[in-house]
Nanobody
């Protein structure tokens, strides 16, 4: 059983910063992709940033240059440092883990979500 525990959401004014954390536990393959998605009210869930077990990162265009994803490999924890936040960054941020096993069999897990609100 895989569990993802998120923390770090909250209310921040435009231009502010927040740092999200997601700790994974359970039976996790050595190869994986871990990251963050967000869902704004009335919109579909979208990718924000991911990092692979090999350290490769991927960002949404809206996050590039403002957000930084990093990880503590030994603790299976991923961080999302969000700077220069905008009102359009508001939404529920979900931690995501995709495990990659032999024959490229993949399983996807989600955290419970943490609310980020950017407002003055």
């Amino acid at each position: 059983q895989v569990q993802l525990v998120e923390s770090g959401g909250g209310l921040v004014p435009p231009g502010g910063s927040l740092r999200l954390s997601c700790a994974a536990s359970g039976s996790i393959s050595s190869a994986y992709i871990m990251g963050w998605y967000r869902q704004a009210p009335g919109k579909q869930r979208e990718l924000v940033a991911t990092i692979s077990s090999g350290g490769r990162t991927r960002y949404a265009d809206s996050a590039e240059g403002r957000f930084t994803i990093s990880r503590d490999k030994t603790k299976l924890t991923v961080f999302l440092q969000m700077n220069s936040l905008k009102p359009e960054d508001t939404g529920v941020y979900y931690c995501n883990l995709e495990t990659i096993m032999v024959a490229d069999i993949r399983n996807t897990f989600w955290g419970q979500g943490t609310q980020v609100t950017v407002s003055s």
